[in-house]
Every structure is written in C-alpha cells, then in structure tokens.
C-alpha cells in the first residue's frame, strides 16, 4: 500500500496469528476528539498559527499542539513574518502513514461555507 510517499506492508486477517508472537505490540495510541478537531484544522489550514487554530476552534490550541508535536503528527515550519513571529505549524509524514495516506492531496475535500458560517 502506498503511505506518506512510501510504502508499507500488511499482513492478511487469515494469516496474522502466525506472526503475532514475532513483534512487539504497537505501542500507538488513539487520539481524542478534541485532538484530532485540532489536527483536521492543523492539515487543512497548513501552514497555521496556534492563533489562527484558536480562532477556528474558539478555545485555546496550546495543550493539543503540544500533544500532537510529542505524538510526532505535527512538526514546526518555521516562523511568520509578522509581528510577533509567531510559530508555524503543519503535519508530518507521521501524520500521512497515520491516516494511511499517500499525500495531502488525499486528505477528504471539505464542504463548502454555507451564506450562515463564516470561513
């Protein structure tokens, strides 16, 4: 299967007994809701600030960018040029094999704004 760019290897249902013993369980870990919100706006809107996330979500973005840099699903882009330089962030090649996606062109088109939401 194609993932972030590369490939990864599956083993079919039917014979995955046979190798259960052979690795170690994975060790990866679901996500909150609240956390993936901050990760959909984090791949949409890329790259992004944590004000602009906080405008988008309306509360504060601090704890789950933390949690997705440790996670290793977002990484720093660098810095905004304007006042402030406030950091920039955008997803990783983690995010693209956790999502089981080849590119960010897979990511699911959003609907458009209707004439009541504001973009």
Known sequence: MDVAGGFKLFTRTSVSHWLAGTRPKSSTQTISEALRDTLSVVAYRQPVTRATIEAIKGVSAADHLKQLLDLGLI???????????????????????WGGMASLADLPTLPSPTANETP
């Open 75 to 97: 990484r720093i882009a660098g810095r905004e040029t304007t006042l402030g330089r406030p950091v920039l962030y955008r997803t990783s090649r983690a995010f693209l094999e």
